[in-house]
């Protein structure tokens, strides 16, 4: 069934932003193959109502700069492998979707044309328009960013109505709900809020690009079985970001 002939979901595009951890399962570190399979079903769930969907996926799980910049090695290096890995992870997202009969392109903000499509605004948006699902890699080809803001600008450019931050929490919470049981749930919060009080759902610049973007950022459990399709037809727990 088409997005639109769907009065349950409000979408046509989406970006749905998955940290690299997300694809590690219970493992400390890397890729877990079954892991990765589940997220893939959860992501052709929504493909299959004719949702657009666009992916940035970390690579917190192989690499990040700032740990390697603790250790001594100098930060852009470390930075740029941070966004190698984030393609090493798009990759197997694409493999995972591609297995199941959801059609990929892989788009880097760094060239390598052996290995996936540059970056090129108008030939993404043609991508999303036929349908294929379309991973941005390598963040924003910039050291000193992170793939959250990657997800927020590709999703200014690419006229997404929301950004889907799939996380292991059902939403933003006051004070970290795993140490304090009492922490209350935000079901709305604004960008401000977000950027005063340090509530973590993504780092400040991309919060601002959101904000100036009027993009509104959903946070919800990627643990919770049919939870992307749940939330996007604005079932189930979440927080909304905005405002
Ligand atoms: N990175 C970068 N520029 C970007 C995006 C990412 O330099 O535009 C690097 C940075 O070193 C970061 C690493 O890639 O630590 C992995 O990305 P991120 O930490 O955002 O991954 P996540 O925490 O979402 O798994």
């Given at each position: 069934?088409?997005?639109?002939?769907?009065?349950?979901?409000?979408?046509?595009?989406?970006?749905?932003?998955?940290?690299?951890?997300?694809?590690?399962?219970?493992?400390?570190?890397?890729?877990?193959?079954?892991?990765?399979?589940?997220?893939?079903a959860?992501v052709?769930?929504?493909?299959?109502?004719?949702?657009?969907?666009?992916?940035v996926?970390?690579?917190?799980?192989?690499?990040?700069?700032?740990?390697?910049?603790?250790?001594?090695?100098?930060?852009?290096?470390?930075?740029?492998m941070?966004m190698?890995?984030?393609?090493?992870?798009?990759?197997?997202?694409?493999?995972?979707?591609?297995?199941?009969?959801?059609?990929?392109?892989?788009?880097?903000?760094?060239?390598?044309?052996?290995?996936?499509?540059?970056y090129?605004?108008?030939?993404?948006?043609?991508?999303?328009?036929?349908?294929?699902?379309?991973?941005?890699?390598?963040?924003t080809?910039?050291?000193?960013?992170t793939?959250?803001?990657?997800?927020?600008?590709?999703?200014?450019?690419?006229?997404?109505?929301?950004?889907?931050k799939?996380?292991?929490?059902?939403?933003?919470?006051?004070?970290d709900?795993?140490?304090h049981?009492?922490a209350?749930?935000?079901?709305t919060?604004?960008?401000?809020?977000?950027?005063?009080?340090?509530l973590?759902?993504m780092?400040?610049?991309?919060?601002?690009?959101?904000r100036?973007?009027?993009?509104?950022i959903?946070?919800?459990?990627?643990?919770e079985?049919?939870?992307?399709?749940?939330?996007?037809?604005g079932?189930?727990?979440?927080?909304?970001v905005?405002?």
């Open positions: 069934m088409d997005a639109a002939e769907d009065p349950t979901v409000r979408y046509g595009r989406v970006m749905l932003k998955i940290s690299g951890e997300a694809l590690m399962g219970d493992q400390g570190f890397g890729l877990h193959p079954p892991t990765v399979a589940r997220i893939a959860e052709k769930t929504v493909h299959d109502l004719g949702v657009e969907i666009c992916m996926i970390g690579g917190g799980n192989i690499f990040r700069g700032l740990q390697g910049s603790a250790q001594g090695m100098e930060r852009t290096t470390a930075d740029y941070g190698l890995a984030t393609v090493m992870n798009a990759l197997a997202m694409q493999s995972a979707l591609e297995s199941i009969g959801v059609f990929t392109r892989v788009i880097s903000a760094i060239p390598m044309d052996q290995v996936c499509e540059p090129i605004r108008r030939r993404a948006v043609r991508h999303l328009e036929k349908k294929r699902v379309c991973i941005f890699a390598a963040g080809g910039n050291p000193y960013f793939t959250d803001t990657a997800a927020t600008l590709r999703a200014s450019e690419m006229n997404c109505e929301a950004i889907f799939g996380t292991k929490v059902d939403g933003v919470y006051d004070r709900p795993k140490k049981p009492d209350r749930r935000y079901e919060v604004s960008y401000d809020e977000v950027l005063q009080k340090h973590g759902v780092d400040a610049s991309a919060i601002a690009l959101a100036d973007n009027r993009l509104p959903i946070v919800f459990s990627l643990d079985p049919g939870g992307f399709r749940g939330i996007l037809a079932n189930g727990t979440f927080t909304l905005g405002g």
